[in-house]
């Protein structure tokens, strides 16, 4: 068995790696020296903007204006009777959400108005002196901008942070950080059947900028004092190439033109479902079973034991296809096989003109014509490893019989290039295009060529 030797197409870094921060304001990171936010440690060149949230200067809008020209809404009703306004309108949005702008004489009224609201928002002390308490069916949320006070009642916090963003930091109500998406309801259910309070900050994503982008993520902060980060993905396909790019004990996650080492403080997990991706650190691993009841098991992390099948470690043959043909040359390298995990059009293309990748002219097609199918549409689902092969005859034509792979995501390309009794004595060179369908090739992940002559 030969190990095959991977051709790199990337500056390496072994830098320290954290994912979605601490429950405080996100550290500025600099060049200086190590941070530490949440449960890794991070060493980073990057350098993060200097603005602190909720440290904004939030103009004054006319409200009305701007939320009939940009929130949709069922209904629309008027009323003057709530926390002694002049006037107010209100509004029920899709998914039982509920907006109130409460208009005022002048600002100054309005601000003096806002310090009567507990900080809950719960209780409102009338300048009478009555006391009016209020029981909200969701989360409730207030703000004062010029002479109105806002409210909004939801059960997800879906707007939290356009109105944050368009008018500063709530005075009294469930928090403005407050969000929970559609996404971590089901995972929301088990943690509370399996006995636990669970509330919901926004996160800012991984908050690493090397990372894949997220569409939004959300930091569930659990009764026993732990926490895990859920990070939503644009479709389970961009979920999938982000996961594929850990490895198996997630010590190691691989960008397009960097690796990375990562150190947590205490072990890890990762897990996937559609076109989501949950983090959990832990050293008691408490919350694994209800974790592991939505998600399945981790596709990285420290093991733990799973009362159930392990898919993303399955071992044994994976489903792949293949095209073999014959190379122009030897393309300048000197020791055979070789292997280049291909994950995108960008690659395929990288690779070609690095290695110059030309097919012999007596075959009737081109790297072109034999490439075109792999767009980045082919590329979300699956991965292509190429082989070159060294082969002391032309007579000699390799096929490939399997494709395996084992729990630590080492695949093996088990080849055949059996010895015919009559052969010419020119040497030949191949190139093996491995196509993995539907189960993505970790960058970081070995890849060994076995050959039937040895």
């Not at 929130?71 to 002049?86: D, I, L, R, V, W």
């Not at 971590?184 to 006995?195: K, P």
């Not at 997990?269 to 079973?289: K, M, Q, R, T, W």
């Not at 291909?342 to 070609?352: G, V």
């Amino acid at each position: 068995m030969k190990k095959l030797l991977s051709i790199a197409l990337a500056l390496t870094m072994l830098l320290s790696l954290t994912a979605c921060g601490s429950q405080e304001n996100k550290p500025e990171v600099t060049t200086d020296a190590p941070i530490v936010s949440g449960d890794a440690s991070v060493t980073t060149s990057v350098t993060e903007d200097e603005a602190v949230p909720g440290n904004v200067t939030v103009e004054k809008v006319d409200i009305v204006a701007v939320f009939e020209g940009v929130y949709s809404y069922t209904e629309k009703e008027y009323s003057n009777a709530q926390y002694e306004a002049n006037g107010s309108t209100e509004y029920i949005l899709e998914n039982d959400q509920y907006v109130g702008i409460y208009e005022y004489d002048s600002e100054e009224a309005a601000a003096t108005v806002a310090t009567q609201f507990s900080s809950s928002g719960s209780t409102f002390y009338c300048s009478d002196g009555s006391v009016i308490e209020s029981e909200f069916v969701y989360p409730i949320h207030f703000w004062q901008n010029g002479s109105y006070i806002i409210s909004y009642c939801t059960e997800t916090g879906e707007f939290l942070q356009d109105f944050n963003a368009l008018l500063g930091t709530e005075f009294a109500g469930d928090g403005s950080d407050y969000f929970r998406p559609t996404y971590v309801n089901e995972l929301v259910y088990a943690l509370w059947d399996a006995g636990y309070n669970v509330s919901y900050k926004y996160c800012d994503g991984t908050d690493l900028d090397y990372l894949k982008e997220t569409v939004s993520a959300c930091m569930l902060v659990v009764s026993n004092d732990e926490v895990i980060y859920l990070y939503e993905y644009a479709d389970e396909y961009e979920a999938l190439d982000e996961a594929s790019r850990y490895s198996a004990n997630a010590s190691f996650y691989s960008g397009d033109d960097f690796t990375i080492g990562i150190d947590y403080a205490s072990p890890v997990h990762f897990f996937l479902l559609d076109n989501v991706i949950a983090e959990y650190c832990s050293s008691s691993g408490e919350l694994l079973p209800a974790i592991s009841s939505v998600y399945g098991y981790q596709f990285a992390g420290v093991d733990y034991d799973y009362d159930g099948e392990k898919p993303w470690y399955a071992t044994g043959t994976v489903e792949y296809d293949y095209y073999t043909v014959p190379a122009a040359d030897d393309g300048g390298l000197s020791v055979f096989p070789q292997s280049v995990v291909i994950r995108s059009r960008y690659d395929l293309e990288t690779t070609q003109e690095v290695l110059n990748l030309t097919i012999a002219n007596y075959v009737d097609t081109t790297w072109e014509l034999l490439t075109y199918k792999y767009s980045d549409e082919w590329f979300k689902s699956n991965d292509l490893i190429l082989v070159l092969l060294e082969e002391p005859s032309g007579s000699i034509s390799p096929y490939v019989t399997d494709v395996t792979r084992d729990e630590d995501r080492n695949y093996t390309v088990y080849i055949n290039d059996d010895y015919p009794e009559v052969s010419t004595a020119d040497m030949a060179y191949w190139y093996v295009l491995v196509e993995i369908n539907g189960t993505k090739v970790n960058p970081l992940t070995g890849v060994d060529v076995v050959s039937s002559r040895g």
